[in-house]
């Protein structure tokens, strides 16, 4: 019998916690790293691989597969996770988060399977996978291009090049994903460099928006269902999400940006993350 949409949402919202307890295993294995961004990113990023991506785990370089640059690189943890759940790389794998010589650093590498760009210098992942995107029309390929960039990452003045650039292509098969968690390195993002509104910005520059809730799993597979939004354009979808979500002592504040964790900081994070 084949999975109705409420099961699957159910399906995605365990793998998501399962990524959330991954992303605090790996962070406490490294001695530290980026849970805030990681946790805010990851149902998200569960729905693409899990549901919405055309992608071939044991065939990671497969010509025809949908592409995923992580701009916002800091959360690496939280693609690492994914990418271990899906198969690219070994569960073991998360237990050598920012270890010497392991390909899963505190940023991406694309000597990790699954990984399409390296990033963490932010503020360039937009443009490459606008690259992406124009490549995929020149070698008449339909495979479609997701982005994740920061609210934070927003600062960057190099997105907004690209942002003009891609809507000038009608790049319909671009989708740019900002994780609008209200937060960035070192405070809240409206008292560093406001960029609100963030829809009317991206609406100037030529692209399709949507604004979502990046933690409703059922809105998050309907609107990734739903793409593109306008076949001259490419979508921007402004998720508003929570910083460190699902640990409560990690939720909303810039503390849990980067922040270091112990064994019994990781013992109280994964008892809020059991099994409901
Ligand atoms: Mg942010």
């Known amino acids: ?21 991954d992303i605090w295993r790996a962070v406490r294995a490294g001695g530290g790293g ?9 149902d998200i990023l569960t729905a693409l691989y899990f549901h919405r991506m ?20 800091h959360a690496n943890a939280g693609l690492g996770a994914v990418l271990a759940q899906a198969g690219f790389i070994d569960d073991a794998v998360l237990d050598k988060f920012y270890a010497y010589e392991s390909p899963f650093g505190m940023h ?15 503020g360039h992942g ?27 990452e927003l600062h960057e003045g ?6 003009m650039a891609a809507a000038h292509h009608k790049l319909s098969d671009l989708t740019a994903i900002i994780d609008a968690n209200r937060i960035c390195q070192s405070g809240r993002v409206e008292e560093v460099i406001g960029v609100d ?17 990046g933690h409703d799993m059922a809105e998050v597979v309907d609107t990734l269902d739903a793409l593109p939004l306008d076949p001259q354009r490419p979508t921007a979808l402004i998720a508003h999400t929570v ?19 112990n064994d019994e900081i990781l013992a109280k994070a994964l008892a809020e993350l059991e099994e409901k």
């Open 1 to 21: 019998m084949s999975e109705t949409r409420d099961e699957r949402v159910k399906r995605l919202e365990a793998v998501a916690r399962q990524v959330r307890r």
């Open 34 to 42: 980026h849970v805030g961004g990681s946790s805010s990113a990851a």
């Open 54 to 73: 055309k992608i071939r785990p044991q065939e990671p370089k497969w010509p025809d597969r949908d592409r995923f640059v992580l701009s916002k690189g």
């Open 108 to 122: 991406p590498d694309i000597k990790m399977a699954g990984v399409e760009m390296c990033t963490g210098a932010l």
């Open 126 to 152: 937009l443009a490459v996978a606008m690259g992406m995107a124009l490549g995929a029309r020149m070698q008449k390929k339909s495979f479609h291009t997701f982005v994740m960039i920061g609210d934070g």
């Open 158 to 163: 190099s997105n907004w090049e690209a942002a």
């Open 197 to 213: 509104p963030l829809a009317d910005k991206w609406r100037a520059f030529g692209w399709a928006v949507r604004e979502i809730d």
């Open 243 to 261: 910083k460190g979500k699902g640990v409560s002592f990690a939720e909303d504040t810039y503390v849990w940006h980067s922040n270091s964790v």
